[in-house]
Nanobody
């Protein structure tokens, strides 16, 4: 029932831009903190950006000033606007949703979308 579906990945030249989308279903989207992670070949999965249920955002140092995370609760969608892309941004980007309270913890993942940045 729970689905997170990423889209918007593709091939882009260094310096270009892409906007990733993650459409969620089967969850109460508005109460979940949303995250974008990325994983390059042979590397661990790293946190890129966070947006809380209240709209607060945080970014990895490597993407600060270049990436923007946002959410549209009416569309159950979180976005990652990626500007000034670098070859080192090449990775599979994953959407993650988390919610915790005193009695339960929820943690859901999408299947990822590939971003390739050419030099």
């Amino acid at each position: 029932q729970v689905q997170l579906v990423e889209s918007g990945g593709g091939l882009v030249q260094a310096g270009g831009s892409l906007r990733l989308s993650c459409a969620a279903s089967g969850i109460i989207f508005s109460i979940h903190a949303m995250y974008w992670y990325r994983q390059a070949p042979g590397k661990q999965r790293d946190l890129v950006a966070t947006v809380t249920s209240g709209g607060s955002t945080n970014y990895a140092d490597s993407v600060k000033g270049r990436f923007t995370i946002s959410r549209d609760n009416a569309k159950n969608t979180v976005y990652l606007q990626m500007n000034s892309l670098k070859p080192e941004d090449t990775a599979v980007y994953y959407c993650n949703a988390k919610y915790s309270n005193y009695r339960e913890t929820m943690d859901y993942w999408g299947k990822g979308t590939l971003v390739t940045v050419s030099s």
